[in-house]
Nanobody
Framework: QVQLVESGGGLVQAGGSLRLSCAAS????????MAWYRQAPGKRRELVAA???????NYADSVKDRFTISRDNAKNTVYLQMNSLKPEDTAVFYC????????????????WGQGTQVTVSS
């Protein structure tokens, strides 16, 4: 019922910037919180940043002051602006959305995007 499509990953040199986007599509849903996670090879998936409908945000300590999460509620889209990228930021980045499916009976569910690769070279 809900699809998340990410874009904006790629290869960048250390110190560079990238902007990730994630658009939610479908019908009969309302998005609550949205977030970005990442998973590096051999490591567990970790939360990078999250944002509520009201705009409250939280970040992993490792990305504070370098990454900024934002969202456009009208477009059901969340963004992740990544500055001062480091080689240790290399990972597959996943979009996450906690939604309420509104029809026929309301219930909560969580959706993931397919992931987008971010590679930072030294």
């Amino acid at each position: 019922q809900v699809q998340l499509v990410e874009s904006g990953g790629g290869l960048v040199q250390a110190g560079g910037s990238l902007r990730l986007s994630c658009a939610a599509s479908g019908s009969g849903f309302k998005i609550n919180a949205m977030a970005w996670y990442r998973q590096a090879p051999g490591k567990r998936r970790e939360l990078v940043a999250a944002i509520t409908t009201g705009g409250s945000t939280n970040y992993a300590d490792s990305v504070k002051d370098r990454f900024t999460i934002s969202r456009d509620n009208a477009k059901n889209t969340v963004y992740l602006q990544m500055n001062s990228l480091k080689p240790e930021d290399t990972a597959v980045f996943y979009c996450n959305a906690r939604v309420v499916i509104t029809t026929p009976v309301p219930y909560e569910s969580t959706y993931w995007g397919q992931g987008t690769q971010v590679t930072v070279s030294s």
